[in-house]
């Protein structure tokens, strides 16, 4: 049992964190904490023109309401948005605040990436704690 566990968030096509959740509370000690994390990455600079003035904030607002959502029932849970590479984000964090557990989804990958997606595969790599992968099932 885990005292700390970080889960990611994705919003992607057909990432649902709800097992990740799932996974997460069972893997929870008594007392222990649940923080959920996406990582937004930055707009591409050809496109920052195009986007109206505030967006950014208002998507961190969305996506932490959002998740706060998703927490709810969860005692003790806390959430972050940040924003950067997911990967360097993911692991930052869980070394910064000694989660002891990180549980990442994985999707089914293309050739490039043939047993992890890619952001997955680098947090399994370089995580200096558990981590417990989130298998997809395939889509339909």
């Known amino acids: 049992m885990y005292s700390h566990i970080l889960v990611t968030v994705a919003y992607e096509a057909e990432k649902d964190a709800a097992p990740s959740l799932e996974i997460a509370k069972a893997l929870l000690a008594p007392g222990g904490q649940i923080t959920l994390i996406h990582v937004m990455e930055p707009a591409p600079v050809f496109a920052l023109s195009y986007l109206p003035e505030g967006w950014r904030d208002e998507m961190h607002d969305a996506i932490e309401a959002d998740m706060r959502r998703m927490a709810e029932g969860l005692s003790g849970a806390a959430t972050v948005v940040a924003e950067g590479d997911a990967a360097h984000?993911?692991?930052?964090?869980?070394?910064?605040?000694?989660?002891?557990?990180?549980?990442?989804?994985?999707?089914r990958p293309g050739t490039q990436n043939l047993l992890l997606g890619s952001t997955a595969s680098k947090v399994v790599a370089r995580a200096q704690c558990a981590v417990h992968v989130a298998r997809r099932p395939p889509a339909r």
């Open 89 to 107: 984000e993911i692991l930052e964090h869980a070394r910064a605040q000694r989660v002891d557990c990180i549980v990442i989804a994985s999707h």
